[in-house]
């Protein structure tokens, strides 16, 4: 049953042309959702967009995928053989403004 639904949840969201993940790590994902995740973002790369945005830098992923194994597999999707990009925003406060 489990995997029919996995099935019919990474087949929808397949169709849609570009997925946001928003604020990832705001807070920590169970290990059969953060798998999920990461079904539906590693067959996204090879066909369409996806964004993630966060607050946190890859070295704290180990908070949100507490799978290793997992969490290591999340950041190597975006690797250089793929047309992906990773980039960090800092932004600064109003007392840290010139």
């Known amino acids: 049953m ?8 990474l087949a929808r969201w397949s169709r849609v042309e570009l997925i946001v993940i ?3 790590g705001y807070v920590p994902l169970a290990e059969v959702a953060a798998e ?3 079904q539906v973002v590693a067959e996204r ?8 945005t966060t ?3 890859f070295s704290e992923w180990p908070q949100v995928f507490t799978n290793a194994r997992l ?3 999340m ?4 690797s250089p053989t793929r047309p992906a990009s990773s980039t960090q925003v800092q932004s600064l406060t109003a007392s840290e403004e010139p």
């Open 45 to 52: 790369a090879k066909k369409a967009a996806v964004i993630v």
């Open 55 to 57: 607050n946190l830098p």
């Open 75 to 78: 950041r190597s999707i975006d």
């Open 22 to 24: 928003d604020e990832l």
């Open 2 to 9: 489990r995997d029919a639904v996995c099935t019919r949840t």
């Open 36 to 38: 999920l995740l990461f």
């Open 71 to 73: 969490c290591k597999a």
